[in-house]
């Protein structure tokens, strides 16, 4: 059958996979602490031409390579800075820099960069799930009414220190869990600033998503295009073999 | 179908939740004792097509995988309890709390609400309401024949008499919670200890971290409006590109629809 069908329809499902990416991204355009997806793409089955109008038709004189179609090939998460919005609740916490906070959801440490933490019952901070925030001795954090806490993190009853100081860790290789959630190898942050009575905003960049969008939408139609040229083709040359 | 004509669809929705809190807020700008609340998002799960760390070769593994994501929903809409600005009214029974804690009334069927609004009223018989009639607690009972009644920053109330005395007719208790955004509201300025919230913990006004009261003043909302119409502002538009990102998603599919003539 005509490759050139196949290779246009893999380009079709790149650009639906293009497409789920940025809707998920727009979803999260509000979303604390989310951070944009990028889809990288590709080239597949490269394949090599020979011409094989030489002498030896075995090897054939080398004519370069080809690309014949197009994939999806990895969904990588961009972690930029989001914008940092103040918003005077004390329990609300946004990291300027590297690192996430450490969660702890069913006995297992994720990391957020969410953080909208909230009191739970018995005073400890917790994110909106009610998953424990963990400190620097991986131990939940307890703290006194009318707390303070630093750039570092170091928690303070008035001006005396507590002792405890919120974990902000750097992510080797950060992936995505979901619900605000990443998971990835531990390393040391020095390079943030954590700023009590802040959010930080998603790193989501609307109008580079509606570019993309736009990019996404025109390059389906004119493969579409392509893939009905090649049906016409496909079409002509059944009706000419039917003449003879 | 299209993940993402069903990921943008999500977005859309928590836009419009969002949008319902900004009008609640807008809309008791000027609410006693009102505490704005606040929509807090997040992602899906991400289906994934392709594992970080699948081995592709030999000593190489994917850097990053493949994924979908499905798009967001509201996990939370949380009160802050930050303080509200105090508005002096000169009523003698306008108190307003500078500072952590709660009122408490008595409901009709006698649980205990708690509450920031502090226009009280004094009932026929003399006792300390609200504006819808229910009673202040600990009761305080005013005698009929007080000229004028003072309320000190550390909640102890007093009337003076015709006769130039000054009898001391009780004292105002507030309470605390370890996590005031875990009350349940009830409307009427009203709110209900959960197990969230911890148990109501009872003091003396002034002392140990609660706030003092303040006689002829009222607390009004802590709605900010400027970050409110903000607020709105974001919402609307990105309620617009998620719209777009349907949209689109309609336009592949029509494009699909087209390839078979």
Do not use: C
Request: proline content about 3%; charged content about 20%.
């Amino acid at each position: 059958m005509n490759r050139g069908l196949y290779i246009s329809t893999m380009g079709m499902l790149a650009n639906m996979a293009q497409l789920d990416n940025i809707s998920n991204n727009l979803a999260n355009a509000d979303t604390v602490g989310y951070k944009k997806d990028e889809v990288l793409f590709k080239a597949y089955l490269e394949k090599e031409f020979r011409n094989y109008d030489s002498n030896d038709l075995k090897k054939g004189k080398h004519l370069g390579y080809m690309e014949t179609a197009l994939i999806a090939d990895e969904t990588k998460p961009i972690i930029s800075q989001g914008q940092i919005i103040e918003t005077n609740n004390p329990t609300d916490f946004a990291i300027f820099g590297d690192g996430f906070f450490k969660v702890e959801k069913n006995s297992e440490i994720y990391y957020s960069r969410n953080g909208e933490f909230k009191l739970n019952q018995d005073g400890f901070l917790v994110n909106s799930d009610g998953d424990y925030i963990l400190d620097t001795n991986n131990q939940h954090i307890q703290v006194p009414n009318n707390f303070t806490v630093d750039e570092e993190g170091n928690i303070y009853n008035g001006n005396q220190l507590t002792g405890q100081k919120i974990a902000i860790v750097n992510l080797e290789k950060p992936s995505k869990f979901g619900i605000n959630l990443f998971t990835g190898n531990e390393l040391e942050s020095k390079n943030y600033k954590l700023i009590q009575g802040s959010v930080e905003k998603s790193n989501v960049d609307t109008l580079k998503e509606m570019v993309n969008l736009i990019n996404a939408n025109r390059a389906f139609e004119i493969i579409q295009k392509s893939v009905q040229t090649q049906d016409s083709m496909t079409g002509k040359i059944v009706e000419t073999a039917q003449r003879i | 179908m299209l993940v993402s004509l069903y990921s943008a669809s999500t977005g859309m929705i928590a836009q419009q939740r969002r949008l319902d809190t900004i009008s609640n807020n807008l809309s008791n700008v000027d609410t006693t004792g009102y505490k704005a609340q606040r929509v807090e998002f997040q992602d899906l799960l991400y289906t994934p097509i392709k594992e970080a760390g699948t081995p592709v070769a030999q000593n190489s593994v994917l850097p990053t995988g493949d994924y979908v994501g499905h798009g967001v929903k509201v996990v939370a809409t949380n009160r802050i309890f930050t303080q509200g600005n105090i508005e002096q009214t000169g009523g003698t029974f306008d108190l307003a709390i500078m500072g952590d804690g709660f009122f408490q009334v008595q409901l009709q069927d006698g649980r205990i609400a708690y509450t920031r609004d502090g226009a009280f009223k004094v009932d026929g018989d003399g006792r300390l309401v609200t504006s819808n009639g229910l009673l202040l607690v600990p009761n305080i009972t005013l005698p009929t024949t007080a000229e004028s009644v003072n309320i000190s920053p550390d909640g102890i109330i007093s009337a003076k008499l015709p006769d130039g005395t000054i009898q001391n007719v009780g004292n105002l208790t507030l309470v605390r919670f370890v996590n005031p955004a875990g009350l349940k509201s009830i409307g009427n300025n009203l709110f209900l200890s959960t197990p969230a919230s911890g148990v109501a913990t009872e003091g003396i006004p002034n002392q140990d971290g609660f706030g003092s009261i303040e006689q002829g003043s009222l607390e009004k909302s802590n709605v900010d409006v400027v970050k409110e119409m903000v607020n709105m502002i974001v919402a609307q538009r990105t309620y617009d590109l998620n719209s777009k990102a349907i949209q689109t998603a309609d336009d592949f599919l029509r494009t699909i629809g087209t390839l078979k003539r």
